[in-house]
């Protein structure tokens, strides 16, 4: 049964068979492959998306949690040819080496700062603790998180 | 996995030591879970095995491979792809090659770099010039192969034979019409940034904006021949090739100026993409003299390349190339790719390591609709149009293994010495008379260091997609050895070699992880039986399980002090984990060091900076003990007999920034050291440690490290080096080993196998020095061989307990220990 979902702001149809990952959906069938697998275990957040704007592993979820509900993929934060401004924090601080971990990171960072738009460097590490990257380039995801925090804010104000 | 055996301390005993190393040997095994004495994991889920993720999906509708592997080249100007650029051409005359860099000693003992030096190095060049100017278009082209002494440095025992020796590092350029310079280099980008910091040194010599330079890298149908990334060889020996390319390109375009002015070359300058005759004020663009030319040259004997301290692109930072893709999801590593009529591969496993197929039933498995199955020897795979279709492929097939019995981690250290390979061992190096050392030494040290198997866990499993097209191959996959991947390839299909392309998309890590063609092997198999492109991305147990690992080992050392703590004698041995980073940099006249290799019961191969972390942590290790001993402040001590001036630069920098020494503020801090030098790099770091008076948890709570390789080419990228080493550090020296028994891993999940998170993150300051005067050295792999020693000469000095055994704390330190 095709399952409807809201994919980055269009509406999309999975025809996977129930029980298939969300994960495997996105990027096989739909193409969005900008979110990686890295463990199929919901261990590394690498194939982290925001579903109803809640950050979850799309490997733990089946297709069918998907139905009706809104999924943002790291595709869909790019507006208009601009970069969201946590991308465009994490692009202007380098904060990636290999980047297989970068959307995962980026996900779960715009996750944080929805919810709380002044997170102290301590909320930072906790929130991103089940965020794995090898390379070792937390201290630059840090500061990224934290100067998006600031140009988030100013765009507000 | 501790040592067994003598832990024997044969100093008079001081103070409490004696006492304190009684206790080193009675660590517990680590068990197979971390969850509870880790509380910095997420939750493991209820079932490890990720069978959830197997599903039903359409086709791909991805564009034709072509366009896959024009996105998997990038950028700006994709290299338009021939299929006719097959025929071999003779060889560009070779030239010889004064590599800069090459701070290594005389009696450096080159380390075996296992797996890739299995297969000798040969010649290939699938384009001749006239082919290579009809792919490319008109403009200026340098075309260059060098004889290369200094990779065999790479090579190690196993190599000396010379048939396995690299013999050139050839590389093409190519100017268009338009300005645009495309360079071929068969290095790979996993990470390292060694995609920018070549192009900045092609630009820096060419004297064109970063921003004009296009990299074609690691492509066998479109690079020349590459051993491969690792080593920390693309900065000092591909960087200067690429200059002198670049150089000669620079000669031919001042040539041709001179030509249309009638002048000479020698009159003109080369700057921001043109030449000027400054007396007349004239001036062509590259993209202008390279108009309807089909100019080329071989690279010649001794172009001079520019040095250090005029570089105006190299030198400094520079955004990552590509950039933009990684933080919008476009880039496609390889698992992303989805060439047309795709099938997605899955291997079944053996049940345990050295296990043999003795039967397998495939009748249910083929009655399947579209699967693929394919058994070959104890190769037993499926293909099918779904992932899902591939597993059930799988468990519909019988198969009967005969196991065959595997050592398992408690009995591992015992039988590294009991298995030793003799034909691969390396002959000791000696110098003056070791017994005669220690028996005048006032003081002596003689003490067992152990490392466990350590897995590389890059983010990106290993995978690959494979396509046959006309009797031949084509492999994309994330290695660092695209070369030795097609040799592979050919070997194991019987193929010959210009009938087999690699293609490596800019990977998601490797860490000396990515050498072997595992998946690429098992997607070409599977391809040729389905006659459809198929890809396998490994799961991460499989790459947990079935990848290789870095080796286990044992280190023996004894040393002995004179009275005032001079070292007399140095007696290294290392079993089974490798031979590099073996030499002691410290001044010692009686010495024997010696490389053992061991039959391992895992497959192991290299693993970033090699087995330099086993021996630093080992002699960095002894050398705190020896002055602990001595009573000497352990820095001190190290600089007494130390008079290599650069690796005295690195301490005496990190000590400063670091405040050495000092004064403990609270209970359970502790401070250590540790450095060395290595592949031209110097480091030292410096750590502070906290030990949970409750838990007996370990943190690392500040890092400075200084680290020296000459000229740096790219201080970001060099920072982001030397921060991530000292953070991957931290696993190995504290909590990552492979557990293993009856012939399985047993921990293959992030659940289990402890990776640093974000809370293990110490505060790090990398202090970097940037020695003008001297040609770079790579920076990928020695900045990590530091931390493990510093870390456990802090825990020392934080509890008074040493520690001898990687990983030092998997489960913290226990109360009574905590308590000493």
């Known amino acids: 049964m095709p399952i409807q979902s809201q994919i980055n702001g269009k509406n999309r149809t999975f025809d996977s068979e129930p029980g298939t990952t969300l994960l495997f959906a996105l990027r096989e069938e739909l193409g969005l492959t900008g979110t990686k697998y890295g463990c199929g275990e919901g261990q590394c957040g690498a194939c982290t998306i925001l579903l109803n704007g809640s950050p979850r592993r799309s490997c733990q979820l089946s297709v069918s949690d998907a139905t009706g509900k809104s999924i943002l993929t790291i595709e869909g934060f790019e507006q208009n040819g601009r970069l969201h401004p946590v991308q465009q924090a994490f692009l202007d601080q380098g904060a990636f080496q290999c980047a297989y971990c970068t959307s995962g990171m980026i996900v779960s960072s715009v996750a944080l700062l929805q919810k709380n738009p002044h997170p102290s460097e301590s909320e930072i590490v906790q929130a991103l603790q089940g965020n794995i990257c090898r390379c070792g380039t937390h201290p630059k995801i840090i500061a990224a998180v934290q100067q998006a925090a600031k140009a988030m804010h100013r765009g507000k104000s | ?820």
């Open chain 2, 1 to 820: 996995m501790r040592a067994n055996g003598s832990f024997e301390l044969l100093f008079p005993a001081k103070k409490n030591e004696a006492r304190n190393d009684s206790s080193a040997p009675a660590k517990p095994a680590p068990e197979a879970t971390l969850a509870s004495d880790n509380p910095t994991l997420v939750a493991p889920q209820s079932s490890a095995t990720p069978d959830g993720r197997q599903i039903l999906a359409r086709p791909a509708r991805a564009g034709s491979a072509n366009e896959t592997n024009l996105n998997a080249v990038g950028g700006a100007f994709p290299v338009p792809v021939s299929s006719s650029i097959t025929p071999p051409s003779p060889a560009p005359s070779p030239w010889k090659n004064e590599i800069p860099g090459n701070t290594t000693p005389d009696e450096f003992i080159p380390e075996v770099e296992r797996y890739e030096l299995r297969s000798p190095a040969f010649h290939r060049f699938d384009l001749d010039r006239r082919d290579f100017f009809k792919i490319l278009g008109a403009g200026i082209a340098v075309f260059g192969a060098a004889a290369n002494v200094t990779a065999a440095q790479e090579s190690g025992a196993r190599a000396n034979r010379q048939d396995d020796q690299p013999k050139d590092i050839p590389s093409w350029l190519h100017i268009n019409e338009h300005g645009m310079v495309t360079v071929f280099t068969g290095k790979v980008e996993v990470g390292q940034n060694t995609r920018t910091t070549l192009a900045q040194s092609v630009a820096d010599e060419l004297r064109v904006p970063l921003a004009s330079i296009h990299m074609v890298m690691g492509d066998t149908a479109l690079t020349p021949f590459d051993l491969g990334t690792f080593g920390s060889r693309s900065t000092p020996y591909m960087s200067p090739q690429l200059r002198r390319a670049a150089s000669a390109a620079r000669d031919l375009l001042l040539a041709q100026a001179a030509k249309e002015w009638k002048t000479t070359a020698e009159k003109l300058i080369a700057a921001d993409a043109k030449i000027t005759n400054p007396a007349t004020g004239a001036s062509l663009s590259y993209a202008q003299l390279a108009q309807g030319q089909t100019l080329s040259h071989d690279l010649p004997d001794a172009d001079p390349i520019t040095p250090p301290t005029e570089w105006t692109v190299a030198g400094k930072s520079a955004p990552k190339i590509g950039a933009r893709a990684l933080v919008t999801g476009q880039h496609q590593y390889t698992p992303d790719l989805r060439p047309a009529n795709l099938l997605y591969g899955k291997v079944l496993r053996p049940p345990s390591f050295g296990a043999t197929l003795v039967t397998a039933d495939l009748a249910a498995a083929q009655a399947l609709p579209g699967v693929v199955v394919v058994r070959d020897g104890d190769f037993l795979a499926a293909a099918a149009p779904t992932e899902r279709g591939a597993e059930k492929a799988l468990a519909a097939i019988h198969a009967e293994w005969k196991i065959n019995p595997q050592p398992s981690d408690r009995e591992l250290f015992p039988y590294l010495k009991k298995n030793l390979d003799t034909e691969e061992n390396q002959k000791p190096k000696v110098k003056g008379l070791v017994a005669e050392g220690l028996a005048k030494s006032a003081r002596r040290l003689e003490q067992t260091y152990t490392v466990a198997y350590i897995a590389h866990a890059p983010l990106e499993p290993r995978a690959a997609v494979a396509e046959w097209k006309d009797d031949k191959l084509t492999v994309w996959t994330g290695s660092q050895r695209p070369f030795g991947v097609q040799e592979e390839l050919s070997a194991a299909l019987h193929l010959p070699k210009d009938r087999v392309r690699v293609i490596v998309p800019d990977t998601g890590s490797a860490y000396g992880g990515k050498h072997t063609a595992d998946a690429g092997l098992e997607a070409a198999r599977l391809a040729r039986a389905a006659n459809r492109p198929v890809k396998i991305a490994w799961t991460r147990e499989e790459e947990f399980s079935w990848s290789y690992f870095r080796p286990a080992g044992i280190i023996e050392i004894k040393g002995g002090i004179t009275a005032d703590g001079k070292l007399n004698a140095w007696e290294f041995h290392n079993y089974n984990s490798g031979g590099s980073g073996i030499q002691t940099p410290y001044d010692v006249d009686n010495q024997i060091i010696q490389f053992h290799s061991a039959k391992s019961p895992l497959r192991q191969g290299s693993y970033r900076g090699l087995a330099a972390t086993a021996n630093h942590f080992a002699r960095e290790s002894a050398m705190d003990e020896l002055a602990h001993a001595a009573e000497i402040d352990p820095l001190e001590f190290r600089l007494n007999n130390l008079s290599d001036p650069r690796l005295r630069a690195v301490f005496e920098s990190a000590a400063k920034s670091f405040g050495w020494p000092q004064e403990k503020t609270k209970s359970g801090q502790g401070f250590g050291l540790g450095g060395g030098v290595e592949k031209g790099g110097y480091v030292a770091t410096f750590a502070e440690i906290s030990v949970d008076q409750a838990s007996g948890e370990v943190r690392v709570v500040r890092v400075v490290t200084a680290f020296e390789c000459g000229a740096i080419v790219n201080p970001d990228g060099l920072r982001h080096q030397v921060i991530g080493a000292n953070i991957m550090g931290i696993g190995g020296a504290l909590f990552e080993s492979i557990n293993f028994e009856n012939g399985r891993v047993t921990n293959p999940h992030f659940a289990q196998y402890r990776v640093p998170r974000f809370r293990d993150i110490p505060k790090i300051e990398a202090i970097l020095l940037d020695r003008k005067d001297l040609p770079p050295a790579g920076a990928g792999e020695t900045p990590i061989v530091g931390l493990a020693p510093a870390v456990a000469n802090a825990i020392f000095d934080a509890t008074s307990i040493r520690l001898r055994s990687l990983p030092l704390a998997p489960h913290g330190l226990s109360k009574q220990k905590t308590s000493a």
